[in-house]
């Protein structure tokens, strides 16, 4: 064992081999397993063997120059990301690094998308635009906000290139099919679109408190895809609130939950994909969401 890895293995790991090149599966990872929240225990709940292995033989058979990069964009108090969505990347044989565009003078070359999870700053001028320059040669991005009490132009600016733009204030939704009770209508349980992007998870559930919602050109109203022939930009949203949610503008001073003055009326994208054809060999696409949890282990 101690040929591939320092790893403490448990009894019936795998190790996938093929030339100098190999990868561990560990037995841990083979089953998946949840806590049960009567017994505080955990208990198996999935099988995941034909997904890591298949996983580990993609990996020994590829040419590590080929393995993709995927850049977190840091420097200004992003989110983290959890390690659910960082195994997601690994299975998938993508490398999560760290850049601060600050230090750079464009988003790396080798990058096969970015993440931009969440800021808490304001990026400069210049740095929002390398992301617009990557973006706009066809670059992939997934691009998550925040509600927050401070303005960022420059990051509004990156989405404003595809007519894109968050609510001001997050998202209530006053259809209690669409909140998970226990929080109450801050606490999203939107509706999931069929689509490439949601794959099985369509008419599930996915968690998003505290969102904003997502504003989209040619669709106020969020029906499920629209496209405009100038630009060749495609818009899909892939999780609607119900036509109950409310955009609370002014949450310091709200009596409730309902539409009050200032406010803006839904229903809203919580999830957005967009697709904008740069030219026959090369499309933008970009994932938006504003929740910063949703990539949160919690």
Avoid: W
Avoid at 158 to 165: A, F, H, K
């Amino acid at each position: 064992i101690s040929e591939y890895t320092s790893d403490n293995l448990s009894s019936n790991s795998l190790i996938i081999v093929c030339g100098d090149r190999n990868k561990v599966v560990n037995y841990n990872n083979i089953y998946e397993s949840s806590l049960d929240y009567n017994t505080y225990s955990y208990k198996t709940t999935g099988f995941d063997g034909e997904g890591q292995i298949t996983s580990a033989i993609q990996y020994v058979t590829m040419d590590a120059n080929q393995l993709p990069v995927v850049y977190q964009i840091t420097g200004h108090d992003e989110a983290a990301i959890g390690s659910a969505f960082s195994d997601v990347i690994s299975k998938s044989n993508m490398t999560l690094s760290s850049v601060e565009l600050l230090n750079e003078e464009s988003v790396p070359k080798d990058a096969a998308a970015i993440i931009i999870n969440a800021p808490q700053k304001d990026f400069n001028k210049n740095d929002a635009q390398k992301v617009i320059d990557y973006l706009q040669k066809g670059g992939k991005a997934i691009i998550v906000g925040m509600y927050s009490e401070t303005e960022m132009p420059n990051f509004a600016s990156i989405l404003d290139t595809y007519g894109v733009s968050f609510t001001t204030g997050p998202i209530a939704d006053n259809d209690a099919q669409h909140y998970y009770n226990m929080g109450g209508p801050l606490y999203l349980l939107p509706n999931v679109n069929s689509s490439s992007y949601t794959g099985s998870l369509s008419g599930g559930y996915v968690y998003l408190p505290i969102s904003l919602g997502i504003n989209y050109p040619q669709n106020s109203t969020t029906d499920d895809t629209e496209s405009t022939e100038e630009s060749k930009t495609t818009y899909t949203s892939l999780l609607d609130t119900s036509d109950d949610a409310v955009a609370k503008n002014n949450p310091n001073s709200m009596q409730d939950y309902g539409y009050e003055d200032g406010d803006d009326k839904g229903p809203f994208s919580v999830g957005l994909a967009v697709e904008d054809k740069v030219d026959d060999d090369h499309t933008s696409q970009l994932v938006v969401f504003a929740s910063p949890y949703v990539f949160s282990d919690e």
